[in-house]
């Protein structure tokens, strides 16, 4: 008999609502985020506003996705992905494993002497706090423009057919987060492997003629932790994990 159902949101993905930046960006678009892949987590978008485009790299090659209002996209874990915004451009981001991707599942495209290790790379992408948001903004800019430039080099190269830059910044980035591992897998067992496992629970609770959990359906709601944080992307509203 299953005895409570999973309280988290559902399938233990994470929420948060984004606007892109409106910054011009190195290469002349009107707007754009930070170039970065993830390691371990799917990403969705749900545009709500406005007007733009997703450009991913991977091994395969380059693309662009238009994004507008009713558009959803997704990719999966390696895909480097930088948004641009053309005008208002506001998106629902849908992330597998909860917090994950807050949880440091995300390595932005740097050039590789800030790859060296955990520290460094700390160092080039910390958003200082306690700052005057003028501040941020000037470091949250700079951060981004880096990450382009490096972006452009990684397209140009596997689009003129030599693959060892992408390959070289993958391999960086898996060795960043590998000591992070452990406790990544546990947070994947608290949610979405915990989710999966009280659903399979629930069918055989249905197959068996138990259906006394249904008794224990609770409703939550909630907003925001955070505001107009200063992400990868844009400005974020991020949720909490419930």
């Given at each position: 008999?299953?005895?409570?159902?999973?309280?988290?949101?559902?399938?233990?993905?994470?929420?948060?609502?984004?606007?892109?930046?409106?910054?011009?960006?190195?290469?002349?678009?009107?707007?754009?985020?930070?170039?970065?892949?993830?390691?371990?987590?799917?990403?969705?978008?749900?545009?709500?506003?406005?007007?733009?485009?997703?450009?991913?790299?991977?091994?395969?090659?380059?693309?662009?996705?238009?994004?507008?209002?009713?558009?959803?996209?997704?990719?999966?874990p390696g895909t480097i992905h930088r948004l641009i915004n053309e005008g208002g451009l506001e998106i629902v981001v849908v992330m597998q494993n909860s917090g994950l991707p807050e949880a440091g599942d995300?390595?932005?495209?740097?050039?590789?002497?800030?790859?060296?290790?955990?520290?460094?790379?700390?160092?080039?992408?910390?958003?200082?706090?306690?700052?005057?948001?003028?501040?941020?903004?000037?470091?949250?800019?700079?951060r981004r423009d880096l990450a382009t430039r490096r972006f452009l080099e990684l397209r140009k190269a596997t689009e003129g057919g030599d693959p060892e830059p992408l390959a070289a910044f993958q391999r960086?980035?898996?060795?960043?987060?590998?000591?992070?591992?452990?406790?990544?897998?546990?947070?994947?067992?608290?949610?979405?492997?915990?989710?999966?496992?009280?659903?399979?629970?629930?069918?055989?609770?249905?197959?068996?003629?138990?259906?006394?959990?249904?008794?224990?359906?609770?409703?939550?709601?909630?907003?925001?932790?955070?505001?107009?944080?200063?992400?990868?992307?844009?400005?974020?509203?991020?949720?909490?994990?419930?």
């Amino acid at each position: 008999m299953v005895s409570a159902t999973y309280e988290g949101f559902p399938a233990a993905v994470g929420v948060s609502r984004l606007r892109v930046y409106d910054w011009p960006t190195v290469d002349g678009r009107p707007g754009g985020g930070t170039p970065h892949l993830h390691l371990t987590c799917s990403e969705g978008y749900v545009v709500t506003a406005g007007r733009g485009s997703v450009q991913t790299l991977t091994t395969s090659g380059y693309q662009e996705t238009p994004l507008e209002p009713g558009v959803v996209a997704w990719f999966t874990p390696g895909t480097i992905h930088r948004l641009i915004n053309e005008g208002g451009l506001e998106i629902v981001v849908v992330m597998q494993n909860s917090g994950l991707p807050e949880a440091g599942d995300a390595v932005l495209t740097l050039p590789q002497d800030r790859l060296t290790d955990a520290g460094t790379y700390a160092d080039a992408v910390r958003i200082p706090s306690g700052v005057p948001e003028a501040e941020q903004e000037q470091v949250a800019r700079a951060r981004r423009d880096l990450a382009t430039r490096r972006f452009l080099e990684l397209r140009k190269a596997t689009e003129g057919g030599d693959p060892e830059p992408l390959a070289a910044f993958q391999r960086a980035a898996a060795e960043l987060v590998r000591p992070r591992l452990d406790a990544w897998e546990q947070r994947w067992r608290d949610g979405a492997h915990a989710a999966a496992t009280v659903t399979q629970a629930q069918l055989g609770a249905l197959r068996g003629g138990q259906e006394r959990y249904l008794a224990e359906a609770r409703v939550v709601a909630t907003g925001p932790g955070a505001r107009g944080r200063f992400g990868m992307c844009g400005r974020l509203d991020v949720y909490p994990d419930i």
